[in-house]
């Protein structure tokens, strides 16, 4: 087949500038070949290079005792005692599933979760963060629907329990919805894989499922902003098939066992392209591929396509050759390929060869290590001008709205479409605050949740940047459990302008500054920029996903609200409402500045709160909606009215951080108080679960109505 021609056009539709061009000329000497020119499309985009955020992603806080590994692995690894490791991420498929909902949504699970069982890991819990545009745009209900069907259909076909997430709606995202998919598992500390080749000569063998013509330039078509010929792209989504998925799991972890696996990487953005580059240039070898040997499934594919496909369930190994015969035998037991596909070479070569004929001759290091870097230039978010007053409102009609909105309405239609139980080790599902699994066959458990308020971070990156990690802190600490580390997905529209830049820069700040005084250093992550559509970008969504461990069952802090028990707030309240959700869905006004995030006070909240599990019956963090919609959640969850003593707007809705709702009984609130008291925070009674009537102040709505007004309307809005 005649390869095309190298034009200008085809150069931009290859997601390179000119400068970048010229510098491809400057490093091969000549002109590229279509399927060099492909390779280098695949590997200096943003999605594989990181090229405008290396720069800021380095000043992140990665390490700490707890640590295994830190960013720069299929996913980052964590100690969590008697030699056992959690080992998780969260990464985005956020364009593939604008596109076709179903398939770009299922295929971001199944990558995240091979990301985890790549590393030795059999995954035991999922997430999942989404964000979509209003639910009156026309495409809204389509896009949710496919998006929470695609993730249900995998993940429960897969067979991993989805323990938490959230789900948010705002115009921003009318054109560009967020997928960001959440995985962890188990493994032994000491039996970790990496994806670091060593040793020349060793086989590079192709593992899974066969290579056809989905997904082709998925990655570039990931680090670009949309437009009018968003349909054209459709053919770059590729096509999961979770069962598949299964066998790999269970083939690779198998094969571990074996002995032969030297080095190994998940096939994931950029395909085989990635995957052999990121082993070579981690082990310092160079790789030699032959075509010929890939398996396939569609005929007369070409060497550019086999080498950017994105076709799902696929890995690449470096083999200890001795042990090949054992190792192909676990693979032909699952009815999965295993075919020898390459080697690993002395040179920093990247060496393409399909049926003797090269096709691609260039230097390893200048694909990935080397390839380039961007100090984007960037300014300031302005200071948001001072709130103006906000009108009182009625506190149930103010209740009212945030529970019709399907921003905080319960989520039981999407969660409800996921398994949530199957492995047996589900201990909390979502509902509530942070996901909890058992560790199988112990008596630890682990904890996870995913947080961000965009509306912060786009008024005040940085400040928005610590509240994100900050409220992970909080859920986490809410069900007792101490967190361990982070992992980040920053969903930022496109990093040439500098507006959007610096609303990174400063979000990067503030993830910084928080997880390390709350010890939760960042361990993996994804960078997803270019979430435009037409010029106008999504809100500023850095996602932060947090686990954290607790080191018994017993000392799970539980939903136990029972009629009489006292709601006490740790944690100052000054009414702050600037960015509120309640200034949003009553007064449609996106006003004023983030809450000031006290990084001390945070850290000093949630030692009391773990120290004195003992004596609470139940615990939530107040963030979105405040006072009102956390203790209402409380009670709506238990069956239980509810009676506050406060009837302000400010201190029922303002969104002050730092702040956790407690339910307990009398004789446990007087040992808190006191407890409180000698450790020198703020603890006061708010008011009482009891009854079957919603007070807040003199206002007052039946349980019951609100209950079905809270559970009914996200299906009403979507479904």
Same mark, same amino acid.
Request: with cysteine; hydrophobic share 40%; proline share 6%.
């Given at each position: ?6 034009? @200008? ?11 970048? !061009? ?86 971001? =699970? ?7 069982? &790549? ?39 897969? %067979? ?12 921003? !995202? ?36 066969? &290579? ?19 349909? /054209? ?45 990121? =082993? ?20 007369? =594919?070409?060497?550019?396509?086999? +080498? ?6 696929? +890995? ?30 002395? /040179? ?124 992970? *802190? ?11 580390? &982070? ?7 496109? @990093? ?21 005084? #709350? ?30 461990? $607790? ?35 009553? *007064? ?27 004596? $609470? ?15 209402? /959640? =409380? ?5 239980? %009215? ?63 109505? #609100? ?13």
């Amino acid at each position: 087949m005649q390869e095309p021609a190298i034009t @200008p056009d085809l150069i931009a539709s290859h997601g390179l500038s000119p400068d970048e !061009y010229a510098r491809i000329l400057q490093i091969v000497g000549r002109e590229p070949s279509f399927t060099e020119l492909g390779i280098f499309s695949a590997m200096w985009n943003e999605h594989c290079s990181y090229k405008s955020s290396k720069k800021w992603l380095r000043t992140l806080p990665t390490t700490g005792p707890q640590v295994i590994c830190g960013p720069g692995e299929n996913a980052g690894v964590v100690d969590i005692g008697d030699g056992q490791a959690v080992v998780f991420k969260m990464e985005s498929h956020n364009h593939p599933s604008y596109i076709e909902p179903y398939q770009g949504a299922a295929t971001g =699970m199944g990558g995240i979760l091979r990301d985890v069982f &790549t590393m030795g890991a059999r995954p035991v819990a999922a997430m999942n963060s989404l964000s979509f545009g209003e639910p009156s745009h026309p495409k809204t209900r389509q896009l949710v629907n496919g998006v929470v069907e695609g993730i249900g259909g995998y993940g429960n076909c897969f %067979g991993v329990p989805t323990v938490g997430g959230e789900v948010r709606f705002d115009p921003a !995202y009318n054109g560009n919805c967020l997928v960001n998919a959440f995985a962890a598992g188990l493994a032994d500390a000491d039996k970790i894989f990496y994806s670091a080749a060593s040793g020349v000569g060793m086989p590079v063998v192709y593992l899974g499922a066969k &290579t056809g013509r989905d997904g082709v330039g998925g990655a570039t078509m990931a680090s670009a902003e949309f437009d009018d010929t968003i349909e /054209e792209k459709r053919p770059t989504v590729q096509v999961g098939d979770p069962f598949t998925e299964k066998r790999l799991m269970e083939a690779t972890l198998e094969l571990m066992q074996t002995g032969a696996v030297i080095s190994i990487q998940d096939m994931g953005a950029a395909g085989l392209t990635c995957s052999a580059v990121e =082993m070579g240039d981690k082990g310092n070898l160079g790789v030699r591929l032959d075509l010929e040997n890939v398996p396939v499934r569609e005929e007369a =594919m070409t060497a550019y396509e086999m +080498m950017l496909s994105e076709s799902q369930e696929r +890995m690449l190994m470096v083999l200890r050759p001795e042990l090949e015969t054992e190792a192909k035998a676990v693979f032909d037991k699952w009815d999965l390929d295993f075919a020898i596909v390459g080697e690993t070479v002395a /040179e920093d070569r990247f060496l393409v060869l399909y049926n003797g004929e090269v096709k691609a001759d260039l230097p390893l290091k200048t694909l990935a290590g080397t390839a380039p870097e961007y100090d984007r230039p960037w300014v300031e978010t302005p200071c948001a001008p001072p709130l103006a007053e906000v009108p009182a409102v009625d506190p149930i009609d103010g209740l009212r709205a945030l529970i019709t909105s399907p921003n905080y309405a319960a989520k039981e239609w999407v969660y409800t479409q996921y398994d949530t139980m199957v492995m047996a080790d589900t201990v909390r599902i979502p509902g509530i605050g942070a996901g909890i699994i058992r560790v199988h066959g112990t008596d630890k458990a682990l904890a996870f949740t995913s947080d961000v308020t965009p509306r912060y971070v786009k008024a005040n990156p940085v400040e928005g940047g610590k509240q994100a990690v900050a409220e992970a *802190y909080r859920n986490l600490s809410a069900v007792g459990a101490k967190p361990l580390a &982070t992992t980040d997905n920053l969903n930022f529209g496109n @990093p040439e302008k500098p507006e959007i830049m610096g609303q990174f820069v400063g979000a990067i700040k503030g993830i910084g500054e928080a997880v390390a005084a #709350l010890d939760m250093p960042i361990v993996s992550g994804n960078v997803s920029l270019y979430n435009e559509t037409d010029g106008a970008a999504i809100l500023p969504t850095p996602t932060i996903g947090a686990v954290g461990l $607790i080191d018994s069952l017993e000392g799970i802090i539980g939903c136990d609200v029972r009629d009489g028990h006292v709601a006490l707030v740790l944690g100052e309240t000054t009414g702050h409402l600037g960015q509120s959700a309640l200034l949003a869905e009553v *007064y449609n006004r996106i006003e004023g500045d983030a809450p000031p995030v006290d990084l001390a006070l945070e850290k000093a909240h949630g030692d009391f709160i773990r120290a004195n599990r003992a004596h $609470i019956k139940a615990c939530t963090d107040l963030s979105d909606g405040g006072l009102a919609l956390a203790a209402f /959640e =409380m009670a709506e969850a238990a069956g239980v %009215g509810l009676c506050l003593e406060a009837g302000d707007t400010a201190t029922l809705f303002g969104e002050d951080q730092g702040r956790y709702l407690i339910a307990c009984n009398f004789d446990q609130a007087e040992a808190l108080m006191i407890a409180a008291n000698t450790a020198g925070v703020t603890l006061q009674t708010v008011g009482k679960f009891t009854g079957d009537t919603v007070w807040l102040g003199h206002a007052s709505a039946p349980l019951a109505e #609100l209950s079905a007004t809270f559970r009914e309307s996200f299906a009403n809005a979507v479904a």
